[in-house]
């Protein structure tokens, strides 16, 4: 009995005298990474580098932009996707053109769910339907007279048949608008196509036409979007005059790798949310003709595969195939 209670003092010496668990440090502790897979001087990196500011205000770190460009941003992705899962290297990103992508390529995509970690949305793209100011269409509702008239007479250009703006297209159509695509690499061919008249219509963004919309040379049809924009409101948005379109939102997001702890994710996601409840970034963010687009951590994964469902549903109707 003697010897039992003695070893029962030793273990409760042993367990007193144990260290308490080590406690992380708090985060962040050192700079933080954000990967930019497009060039500088392009929206994605100019909005990049004013949420980076903002971090570096509010968490005290340094938050440092790289552009890592290539691929459409893929190379990006996949360095993040490898990268440690502690918070300090992010992926600044077109996060609907991660959930759509791997549904029009054969070769392996990043899937942002089980590929990266969702942190949160933040912007989201303003596009439209434009035309060359001397085009016989004056309107949305034109357009989609004619074209049921004349189904494949009238030609769109957007930046590619892996783009985004070929699936707004793809949705136009099972909409009922029959057009001829023409594709471009990239949206920089886009407005002078429109302005030479090789094109009837472009698919793009309203930042991308918006000084020759101030010069009088190319008018907006319709947004892209459920409601109409604050900054165009007597453009109509397509669902007021086609209720069958149905494309998801173009948006810009914050991801980490897989892996990353909760606190972490929690502490990036209401650093985030504050700034885009300030109104110097607000600003700035509308100033560029794009949308505050913000989502709480706990909704951002519900979000991606709602959008999952419904681009591969419209990939699927349009019998669109993979390309490479």
Not at 25 to 46: E, Q, S, T
Not at 54 to 81: C, D, F, R
Not at 120 to 141: G, M, P, Q
Not at 172 to 197: C, E, F, S, W
């Amino acid at each position: 009995m003697r010897c039992v209670l003695r070893g029962l003092a030793l273990i409760l010496a042993t367990l007193t005298a144990a260290p308490a668990p080590a406690r992380a440090p708090d985060f962040p502790v050192k700079p933080i990474r954000i990967i930019v897979g497009y060039p500088p001087g392009a929206g994605l990196d100019f909005t990049a580098r004013l949420f980076a500011e903002w971090l570096k205000a509010t968490l005290g770190q340094p938050a440092v932009v790289e552009n890592q460009v290539g691929a459409g941003g893929k190379i990006a992705a996949e360095y993040v996707s490898h990268a440690a899962p502690d918070g300090y290297t992010l992926l600044y990103g077109v996060g609907s053109d991660l959930v759509w992508t791997r549904f029009l390529t054969k070769r392996q995509a990043i899937d942002p769910l089980t590929d990266l970690t969702p942190i949160a949305s933040v912007i989201s793209s303003v596009n439209c339907v434009a035309v060359n100011a001397d085009h016989a269409l004056r309107s949305f509702k034109q357009l989609i007279e004619f074209t049921r008239q004349n189904p494949g007479k009238l030609t769109y250009g957007t930046a590619g048949i892996q783009s985004y703006y070929y699936l707004i297209g793809e949705a136009l159509r099972q909409g009922g608008l029959d057009m001829l695509h023409v594709p471009y690499k990239g949206t920089a061919p886009l407005v002078p196509a429109l302005l030479g008249r090789e094109i009837d219509l472009a698919l793009t963004t309203v930042n991308s036409v918006a000084p020759q919309v101030a010069a009088g040379s190319v008018r907006i049809l319709a947004v892209m979007q459920p409601q109409r924009h604050a900054q165009l409101p007597d453009i109509p948005a397509i669902k007021e005059l086609l209720p069958a379109f149905n494309a998801p939102l173009s948006w810009f997001g914050f991801f980490g790798p897989p892996g990353m702890p909760a606190a972490v994710i929690e502490k990036l996601n209401a650093a985030i949310g504050d700034a885009l409840q300030s109104a110097q970034v607000r600003d700035k963010i509308t100033g560029l003709d794009l949308n505050v687009f913000a989502t709480p951590a706990n909704e951002l994964r519900p979000l991606i595969l709602e959008s999952t469902e419904a681009f591969e549903q419209l990939i699927k109707t349009a019998n669109s195939k993979p390309i490479d």
